[in-house]
């Protein structure tokens, strides 16, 4: 636009930009009314980290008295004593099956869809939608599903049907989390292997999923801890069918869980048994907050990595 | 390698559907008994082999409802507050501190609930009905403060760090020249967030919004602790009532009959296609924001 029309348009109006600025409308009322909109933000991220902190310490003030080392060492003994050794050997079995069964899968499903479908590929927008839709069910929607599939045709409930719903939970999360990575990686990388000749799976082997590795191992321990606090699938496909009191690692059969534990007790007549519950509740939230903060760590560390 | 990879996207799909069927047909007797008016009738019943989804729907509706209506404000002032006001310092550590609260488990969420925030809602729902008595919906308060608002106000908590999280990430990709443009032009911040902030990521809040309501219609576990399990229609939400979910987490593990085994299994299918709705609305609503890929 040149300069004699960029005056014109301002001809025959009341306006003229050559005029020195003068305040016009009630400055003294927007300030106010900003000053207003950043005190509230405030006061919502206040409330937020206090409402965080509220129930960190609701659970750690009932938990910690019984904390210790025979806590996390002990089955389980009567109605309030013991610890939650068994649980808590559960959980782990049942999570790493989950994961041992989501986390390729979901990184393979992420590859396919950044590396091997084209960007306007309808297959792999079928596909995200497919994994949106995923990681919208409802936990007890899945456990459901996995009682219906493998619960009802084995006649028992299991921790290898537990497994199988975490492992759905986890996987649209692995995938949508190594799909963010594998994006980031810069397509330079994947350039210059195709300038050298390598094919695509050697490329994505030996170049690009090691160029992604923190991201992608940030992602797994996110989906893991989340599935290591699912109640409502065990609920449904693993509460039932173990000695609460004993160490029962056998998949094909009942394998007690944490979450299951605070679940069945939190009903039990026993102020001592509420106690110990929430000792289980203190462990599994401590175990899921430091992998939060572990994985968070490793994403910092691989970004620095990776020159962002 | 492609093979292996197309391989995995294929049972992502396989899985849905099988995620379908599975509900239709465990759920086949009660869907041929009660037929589509299951879902409007309210008696659930299953000792008098009658059930009807209708007062769960209603639980799950309404105390999702309650924690959209809430967090809705709250999540896009801390996302306001986090991307354009907080020193850097203080973005560092309070952004990640609001995420924490999506990792705590629904089952501590739902022990919390019980034992911290039940008696807490107990000492304010007197003043609530007074204050708000006028509308039908603010009755006189439950004895113990078990009920669908204390449930609403749980899935608040749950569902402020989606909503936060994904509006902070949307607020943060607002290209800097235009609001740096309005402040050049003397624009408070309230002025630059209401002019160009919030209308260029409408859609993408709306869609975060979307996507945290579908988290609150399908929580179980939280939910069952402190709605109370009472499957009725109370027109006040401070008294007891019972959700979709809750209800599933509540009586599957020791049904009555099979019928009521089933009725369960057709609950979770009208539970499915609400929440695939809101997962599918979600990513319509985002457009090209593409919010919904994002990890929590």
Redesign the interface.
């Known amino acids: 636009m040149s300069a004699v029309s960029d005056t014109a348009q301002f001809e025959g109006m009341p306006f003229d930009p050559t005029a020195p600025l003068t305040p016009s409308g009630n400055l003294r009322r927007?300030?106010a009314?900003?000053r207003?909109?950043?005190i509230?933000?405030?006061?919502?991220?206040v409330?937020?980290?206090a409402?965080?902190l509220?129930?960190l310490y609701?659970?750690a003030s009932?938990g910690a008295s019984a904390l210790s080392l025979g806590f996390v060492i002990h089955n389980p003994s009567g109605l309030a004593g013991g610890g939650i050794f068994n649980s808590l050997l559960g959980t782990l079995e049942i999570v790493a099956f989950g994961a041992l069964i989501a986390l390729?899968?979901?990184i393979?499903?992420g590859?396919?869809?950044t590396?091997?479908a084209g960007p306007r590929s309808k297959?792999a927008s079928?596909?995200?939608?497919?994994?949106?839709?995923?990681?919208?069910?409802?936990?007890?929607?899945?456990g459901?599903?996995v009682?219906?599939?493998i619960v009802?045709p084995q006649h028992r409930q299991s921790g290898f049907a537990g497994g199988i719903a975490l492992a759905?939970v986890m996987?649209?999360?692995m995938?949508?989390?190594s799909?963010?990575v594998l994006l980031l990686v810069p397509g330079s990388l994947r350039e210059a292997a195709d300038a050298l000749g390598v094919e695509?799976?050697r490329a994505?082997?030996s170049v690009i999923l090691p160029a992604a590795f923190g991201g992608i191992l940030t992602?797994a321990i996110?989906a893991t801890?989340?599935a290591?606090?699912?109640?409502?699938p065990l609920?449904?496909c693993d509460?039932?069918g173990f000695n609460p009191f004993a160490t029962s690692l056998n998949l094909f059969h009942g394998v007690p869980s944490v979450?299951m534990f605070?679940?069945q007790s939190?009903d039990l007549p026993l102020a001592q048994a509420v106690t110990r519950?929430?000792g289980a509740?203190f462990v599994?939230?401590m175990l899921?907050?430091i992998a939060?903060v572990l994985a968070?760590v490793i994403l910092a560390r691989s970004r620095g990595k990776m020159g962002r | 390698?492609?093979g292996?990879?197309?391989?995995?996207?294929v049972?992502?799909?396989l899985?849905?559907v099988?995620?379908i069927y599975?509900?239709v047909?465990?759920g086949q007797p009660a869907i041929s008994k009660f037929g589509l008016g299951f879902v409007t009738s309210t008696r659930w019943q299953p000792n008098f082999h009658i059930e009807g989804a209708g007062a769960l729907l209603y639980g799950t509706a309404m105390s999702s409802l309650i924690a959209v209506v809430l967090a809705t404000p709250?999540g896009i002032?801390?996302a306001?507050?986090?991307s354009m006001?907080?020193p850097g310092r203080v973005r560092a550590v309070?952004g990640?501190?609001?995420e924490?609260?999506a990792?705590?488990?629904?089952?501590?969420?739902g022990?919390?609930g019980?034992?911290?925030l039940v008696p807490f809602i107990d000492g304010i729902e007197p003043g609530l009905h007074s204050a708000l008595g006028f509308i039908p919906l603010f009755g006189p308060a439950s004895p113990i403060g078990i009920s669908v608002f204390t449930a609403g106000l749980v899935l608040t908590?749950m569902i402020?760090?989606i909503i936060?999280a994904l509006s902070r990430d949307l607020f943060l990709t607002v290209p800097a020249e235009l609001k740096d443009g309005a402040a050049a032009l003397g624009a408070?911040?309230?002025?630059i967030?209401r002019g160009i902030v919030l209308p260029t990521t409408v859609s993408g809040v709306s869609a975060a919004v979307v996507?945290g309501l579908?988290?609150a219609?399908?929580?179980?576990?939280a939910v069952s602790?402190v709605i109370g399990d009472v499957t009725a229609i109370h027109r006040s939400l401070f008294d007891p009532g019972s959700s979709a979910?809750a209800e599933?987490?509540n009586q599957?593990?020791s049904p009555v009959d099979s019928l009521h085994t089933a009725a369960?299994?057709y609950v979770?299918l009208v539970?499915?296609v609400i929440?695939?709705f809101?997962?599918?609305a979600?990513?319509a609503i985002a457009g090209r924001f593409d919010v919904?890929?994002?990890?929590i």
């Open positions: 927007r300030a009314v900003s207003f909109v950043q509230t933000a405030t006061a919502a991220a409330f937020a980290v409402v965080l509220i129930v609701g659970v009932r390729p899968i979901g393979l499903t590859l396919y869809l590396e091997f297959t079928a596909l995200r939608l497919a994994l949106d839709v995923m990681a919208g069910l409802p936990t007890i929607i899945v459901l599903f009682y219906g599939l009802i759905i996987l649209p999360l995938a949508r989390s799909q963010e695509r799976w994505v082997v992602g996110l801890a989340r290591a606090g699912e109640t409502a609920l449904i509460s039932i979450s605070i679940y939190y519950a929430w509740a599994l939230m899921i907050l939060n968070r | 390698m492609f292996l990879c197309a391989l995995a996207g049972l992502v799909v899985t849905l099988d995620v599975q509900l047909s465990n709250l002032a801390i306001l507050y986090l006001m907080a309070v990640p501190l609001v924490l609260l990792a705590v488990p629904s089952i501590i969420y022990f919390w019980l034992v911290v908590v402020l760090p936060s408070t911040q309230w002025e967030i996507l579908g988290r219609l399908g929580e179980a576990i602790f979910a599933i987490a599957f593990p369960m299994f979770g539970l499915v929440c695939m809101t997962s599918v979600s990513r919904t890929r994002r990890v």
